[in-house]
């Protein structure tokens, strides 16, 4: 694997934008052997965090991308986890934080993951759940 430093993804990345891009390791390029990479966002006046995946391969059952609500990720709270090349349906999380977890083991390392995350503030909240199919509540 090639690598082109100052254009692919980092591990481990945190951020307080209200809107912005995680990828996994390396992306496009296939993702590294033995990854243990966290995502946080903190965004102080969020109500709802809505993530959509450009792209997901991992491989199945191996590799997996875990998310959760709160500021310290952790897989035993997690609140859902992906793993295969079906890309996951965009999913609404409540709250202020969001963190992700991507976990590779030792051998066949895929493209990986690209997600997008959006934000929307509390004050419209009664507004979003009124006009959008997507910003549903689970
Ligand atoms: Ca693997």
Not at 17 to 29: C, I, L, N, R, V
Not at 55 to 79: C, M, R, W
Not at 80 to 92: K, L
């Amino acid at each position: 694997m090639k690598h082109y430093f100052g254009c692919i993804s980092a591990c481990n990345v945190t951020s307080s934008d209200p809107s912005g891009t995680f990828e996994s390791p390396d992306y496009p390029f296939d993702y590294p052997p033995d990854s243990y990479c966290q995502y946080l966002v903190e965004v102080i006046d969020a109500s709802f965090f809505k993530i959509e995946f450009r792209n997901f391969q991992l491989e199945l059952a191996t590799d997996f991308l875990h998310y959760g609500s709160g500021t310290i990720p952790d897989v035993t709270k997690a609140l859902g986890t992906f793993s295969g090349s079906r890309v996951p349906d965009p999913f609404v999380v409540q709250g202020q934080n969001i963190w992700f977890l991507f976990t590779s083991n030792s051998e066949r390392n895929y493209q990986g993951f690209s997600l997008k995350w959006d934000t929307k503030r509390k004050y419209n909240d009664h507004k979003v759940q009124k006009t959008s199919k997507i910003w549903r509540l689970r």
